[in-house]
Nanobody, 113 residues
């Protein structure tokens, strides 16, 4: 069982930046799919960014603004978010898939206008 713990959320003004971290409870070296989803109030959870077998993909709404990376030595995945806007306000969830899907507890990101 992989446990994922997000951190780094908070309140930021529009145009600002945040970096989210997702720390895994075990080595992520062999976890081929890891990434980030988000869920805004009243909306469905949506994919933000995913690293799958070495290939990274982003939602159109965050392309050019968000970057996800992984540090296998630290068992951590990051989401660097720049040029934030109020539409990015959501709970952000870390995701991993091995033989099943694993989710973190989520971290709130609020962008004020």
């Amino acid at each position: 069982q992989v446990q994922l713990v997000e951190s780094g959320g908070g309140l930021v003004q529009a145009g600002g930046s945040l970096r989210l971290s997702c720390a895994a409870s075990e080595s992520i070296f062999s976890i081929n799919v890891m990434g980030w989803y988000r869920q805004a109030p009243g909306k469905q959870r949506e994919l933000v960014a995913i690293i799958s077998f070495g290939t990274t993909n982003y939602a159109d709404s965050v392309k050019g603004r968000f970057t996800t990376t992984r540090d296998n030595a630290k068992n951590t995945v990051y989401l660097q978010m720049n040029s934030l806007n109020p539409e990015d306000t959501a709970v952000y969830y870390c995701y991993a898939y091995t033989n099943r899907a694993y989710w973190g507890q989520g971290t709130q990101v609020t962008v004020s206008s």
